[in-house]
């Protein structure tokens, strides 16, 4: 009862707080709920004892994702992207599509829980510790890519400090 109690309390902040994230005029508001939408999509990880999941979502994404986010906020002049056009006369349209959307979604739903046969979850005593496994697919076959991915990240972040650097 009281995982349920969690798991809801967790889903519904990560639903309000997604949707404050598209409501909001404020950018670094918008920021915000982002990082509290992620953290409580982290808190439904911990509850399912996926941690290293729960790790992942708070140090990469919580935190390393959203620092670029904010810095990004704060090097964009927002004088200049308030005085430009706002595209808010198609609100009906808006709504037309998130309607269809909703019905595709509920129709798909409906579909694939009638048709969709699922197979016996494995026995727990089966399954090797999900960090430990990664940790060592990782640095054992997929070396080369994981390199190739922080040498690409290194040059994304020398890139975007020689860019700042220019501006000031």
């Given amino acids: 009862m009281l995982d349920q109690i969690v798991f809801y309390f967790f889903a519904v902040l990560a639903v309000i707080s997604a949707v404050m994230v598209?409501?909001?005029?404020n950018?670094?508001?918008?920021?915000?709920f982002l990082i509290t939408a992620l953290l409580a999509t982290a808190g439904i990880f911990l509850?399912?004892?996926?941690?290293?999941?729960?790790?992942?979502?708070?140090?990469?994404y919580a935190g390393g994702i959203m620092v670029l986010f904010v810095f990004v906020i704060m090097l964009v002049s927002l004088d200049v992207s308030l005085n430009q056009v706002q595209f808010n006369r198609q609100w009906w349209l808006g709504l037309l599509l998130a309607l269809v959307?909703?019905?595709q979604l509920t129709i798909a739903v409906a579909v694939g829980r009638a048709g969709l046969p699922l197979g016996e979850p494995a026995p727990a005593k089966m399954l090797e510790p999900s960090t430990q496994l990664v940790g060592r697919v990782?640095?054992?076959e997929y070396v080369l890519p994981f390199e190739i991915a922080s040498i690409l990240l290194l040059v994304a972040m020398i890139g975007a400090v020689v860019m700042a650097k220019k501006k000031i």
Avoid: D, K, M, P
């Avoid at 598209?22 to 005029?25: D, E, G, Y």
């Avoid at 509850?47 to 990469?60: K, P, T």
């Fill in 22 to 25: 598209v409501t909001r005029r």
């Fill in 27 to 32: 950018v670094v508001q918008s920021a915000i």
């Fill in 47 to 60: 509850q399912l004892h996926a941690e290293f999941l729960f790790i992942v979502q708070v140090i990469l």
């Fill in 101 to 103: 959307l909703g019905a």
């Fill in 138 to 140: 990782l640095f054992s």
